[in-house]
């Protein structure tokens, strides 16, 4: 290959913009005994990329179980939900009773009143009983 093309694959392949074909035809020439002296530097890397390619990973791999941290994760969502519904709960049935007591309070105060200007009235009655009984119960004697 012309060491003209090689040299505008090279700055293709540096600028990521070769294509596959373009790729093997570098590998090519840099496995090759044939390379120019300025390029040299880069048949190590060339290298590199054909022996790792063969190189396989034979260990296991052990992985972490995730299901372990999405259980717990559940169960405190499951334990934060029902508090906040509990919570939820209980301010809403005092705010009911605060409500009920406050009316009753309410009515308790209307009924006093009412109670009151009746004892009134009735007092007052009750001293014109007084004194005519008094009236009554002196001319008797």
Request: charged share 25%; proline share 1%.
């Given at each position: 290959?012309e060491?003209?093309?090689?040299?505008k694959?090279?700055?293709?392949?540096?600028n990521?913009?070769?294509?596959?074909?373009?790729?093997?035809?570098?590998?090519?020439?840099?496995?090759s005994?044939?390379i120019a002296p300025?390029?040299?530097?880069?048949?190590?890397l060339?290298?590199?990329?054909s022996?790792?390619?063969?190189?396989?990973?034979t260990k296991?791999?052990?992985?972490?179980s995730?299901?372990k941290?999405?259980?717990?994760l559940?169960?405190a969502?499951?334990l934060v939900l029902i508090?906040s519904?509990y919570s939820?709960?209980?301010?809403?049935d005092?705010?009911?009773a605060e409500?009920?007591?406050?009316?009753?309070?309410?009515?308790?105060n209307?009924?006093s009143?009412n109670?009151?200007?009746?004892t009134?009235?009735?007092?007052?009655?009750l001293?014109?009983?007084?004194?005519?009984?008094r009236?009554?119960?002196?001319?008797?004697?």
């Amino acid at each position: 290959m012309e060491l003209a093309n090689i040299e505008k694959l090279l700055e293709k392949y540096l600028n990521a913009e070769t294509t596959l074909a373009e790729e093997n035809d570098l590998k090519n020439y840099f496995l090759s005994d044939n390379i120019a002296p300025h390029l040299l530097e880069y048949k190590s890397l060339f290298e590199y990329f054909s022996i790792s390619k063969s190189e396989r990973y034979t260990k296991t791999i052990h992985l972490k179980s995730q299901k372990k941290k999405w259980k717990w994760l559940s169960v405190a969502a499951s334990l934060v939900l029902i508090v906040s519904v509990y919570s939820i709960k209980q301010a809403n049935d005092r705010r009911i009773a605060e409500k009920a007591y406050a009316d009753t309070q309410k009515a308790f105060n209307l009924l006093s009143t009412n109670l009151n200007k009746g004892t009134v009235a009735i007092g007052g009655q009750l001293k014109n009983i007084e004194t005519v009984e008094r009236k009554i119960f002196k001319q008797q004697h």
